[in-house]
Each structure stands twice: as structure tokens, then as C-alpha cells.
């Protein structure tokens, strides 16, 4: 069982925005940044966000936001690019180590 | 930037040992940290440990305490993560991503992935 909690999966249209989210609790996600992971087809994953920062050469409709415990990566205007599996990622201070969602399979219809 | 390049794909025995390199080129070696993370087929992703290239110092998932080692060289920029007294279920693709603190910055960039089979 994964330390955060994402959903399993989440689909949209082409130019619809989405929501992931990512469920932790005050000894990681409510103490670290957050970081985001895009996999697309079992490959090589690849940073997304970090925090509220936006790797170079990620499109700006990439966004990220966090509240308490839970942390949201938003896709404006999905391009069919996006479809991939996504995995948020933080510290966890109790156990002492980084800690992964179990991802969430984004599907672009 | 720095990239990361892995060593080639396994295959081993049960009880074995196998060590996975990841070389790195480009910015100053020893401004990063590396992390292993490893992917079992169909599954998410799993830390293995991170372990600084300016120093040396570890530390591993309590999962794989007493089982892996994490190495760094700065003569040849390359880091190594071995695991021992491998299982069937240790087989999985093997990453490693730069990481400049455990707790904190991000996995950016990635190795390509190190695929290892266990299989008798």
C-alpha cells in the first residue's frame, strides 16, 4: 500500500482541463514539496513539477497546487500527449524516506 | 543539465548479486545526490534510496537495509546501486535520477532504466 493516495485513474477530452490529486498526511505532504512524475507507456518517467515550479521545457499547462495534506497537479487544455500514467512523490519524515502515489492513469478521450 | 546513462539490461539467479551503474555527464558530478528507484512490471514506482555524490553518505529505504549498497566513484561520475540475495520479486526496470537532497528538490533528470530479471 502506497504512502499517498491517487486515484486510479482519470480521463478527459482533448482541451478539457483535469485535476490529479494526491493524499498524504502532516509528516509528508503537509511538510515537503511535491513532486509530480509523468511515465508515459512504462518509459522513462519524467519530472513534471516540483513544489510549484515548472521544469524547463514543460508547456505552462502544467500547474500544481497543494492544501494541507493534499497536493493537485492541473492539465489545461489536455493535448492527447498528456495520456500517461502520473505519480506524485515526497519526503516522509517518520519513515525517512522519499515515498511515491500509487500513480493515476491519465486517459486523454 | 546532467544526464544520466544506466548500464545494460540482467538476468540472474536467485541468491545472486547484482550491480547497476548509472554514469553521469555534464554538470558538476558531485553537486548531486542520486536516487534508485525501482518498477516491478505493471506496478508504481518504488524508492530504493538516495545517497550523495559529494560525500558518499546513504540512506536506503528500510525495506532494502542490509540488502543494497549504494556506491559513488567522482573519478568516473558514476554511481552504482547493488542488490544481494536476489528473489523473483526483484525483478523490475532499475532507475536512478539525480537528486541534489534527500528531503528535498527533485528527481530530474532520469537514467534510461536498467531492466534486471530474476529467473532461475
Known amino acids: 500500500q502506497s504512502a499517498l493516495t491517487q486515484e486510479a485513474s482519470v480521463s478527459g477530452t482533448v482541451g478539457q482541463k483535469v485535476t490529479l490529486s494526491c493524499s498524504g498526511n502532516?509528516?509528508?505532504?503537509?511538510?515537503?514539496?511535491v513532486g509530480w512524475y509523468q511515465q508515459i507507456s512504462h518509459g522513462v518517467p519524467k519530472s513534471v513539477m516540483f513544489g510549484n515550479s515548472l521544469p524547463s521545457g514543460i508547456p505552462d499547462r502544467f500547474s500544481a497546487s497543494k492544501s494541507g495534506t493534499t497536493a493537485s497537479l492541473t492539465i489545461s487544455g489536455l493535448q492527447p500527449e498528456d495520456e500517461a500514467d502520473y505519480y506524485c512523490s515526497t519526503w516522509d519524515y517518520s519513515l525517512n524516506a522519499q515515498v511515491f502515489g500509487g500513480g493515476t492513469k491519465l486517459t486523454v478521450l | 543539465q546532467v544526464q544520466l546513462v544506466q548500464s545494460g539490461a540482467e538476468v540472474k539467479k536467485p541468491g545472486a548479486s547484482v550491480k547497476v551503474s548509472c554514469k553521469a555527464s555534464g554538470n558538476s558530478f558531485t553537486l548531486y545526490g542520486i536516487s534508485w528507484v525501482r518498477q516491478a512490471p505493471g506496478q508504481g514506482l518504488e524508492w530504493m534510496g538516495w545517497i550523495s555524490t559529494d560525500n558518499g553518505n546513504t540512506n536506503y529505504a528500510q525495506k532494502f537495509q542490509g540488502r543494497v549498497t549504494m556506491t559513488t566513484d567522482s573519478s568516473t561520475t558514476t554511481t552504482s546501486m547493488e542488490l544481494r540475495t536476489l528473489r523473483s520479486d526483484d525483478t523490475a526496470v532499475y532507475f536512478c535520477a539525480a537528486k541534489d537532497s534527500p528531503a528535498s528538490a527533485p528527481l530530474d533528470p532520469w537514467g534510461q532504466g536498467t531492466l534486471v530479471v530474476v529467473s532461475s
Open positions: 502532516s509528516k509528508n505532504i503537509g511538510s515537503y514539496a
